[in-house]
């Protein structure tokens, strides 16, 4: 299931691309609705380039017809990202603990400019969960949460931007 959206912030990108270069989180990740854990494994940087491992853990209402299948602790995963600064863009790989055969989640994060001082994030990607009948279903209920997850993230990241950089001028 291909999905994507935007969210756009009252900051300048540049100041936003500045931190996000640096290796800065723009909010504390574990805040966020259906995280249990999240654990760096690995954060290098090799030129124009930073690369991350991160442990994460979630949770969630897993939907009846996929309860014979997934079970909480199937949801967790290791996040593969790299930043590119020349493009502005995270590229990420989850890689399952569990159904690494039957699971595959490629996703991008491209910050840019929006104009007046604005910053826009463009969040896509594709989730596949191949398994018959469950599949589509729990494929959807996943993407749902994602989205959650992503519209709470830009609440807590606006707020922490206004409060790093001050209101909108």
């Known amino acids: 299931m291909k999905f994507s959206m935007d969210h756009y912030f ?3 990108a540049d100041k936003i691309i500045d931190m996000l270069k640096a290796g800065e989180d723009l909010c504390r990740m574990e805040d966020l609705p259906n995280v249990s854990s999240r654990k760096v494994i690995e954060r290098r940087r090799e030129g124009k380039k930073m690369f991350s491992r991160i442990e994460w853990n979630v949770h969630g209402q897993i939907p009846k017809i996929a309860q014979k299948i997934l079970r909480p602790e199937m949801l967790t995963f290791v996040e593969e990202s790299v930043w590119d600064d020349d493009d502005t863009t995270f590229r990420t790989k989850i890689i399952p ?15 840019s400019a929006a ?4 910053a826009r994030r463009r969040f896509g990607g594709e989730l596949v969960l191949n398994i018959p009948i469950v599949g589509p279903v729990a494929e959807k209920t996943i993407v749902d949460y994602l989205k959650k997850n992503n519209d709470k993230n830009a609440v807590i990241v606006r707020k922490f931007l206004q ?5 909108a001028g």
Request: with cysteine.
């Open 10 to 12: 009252d900051t300048p």
């Open 97 to 111: 603990h569990y159904l690494k055969d039957k699971l595959s989640c490629n996703t991008t994060s491209q910050w």
């Open 115 to 118: 104009g007046d001082g604005k």
């Open 163 to 167: 409060e790093k950089f001050g209101a």
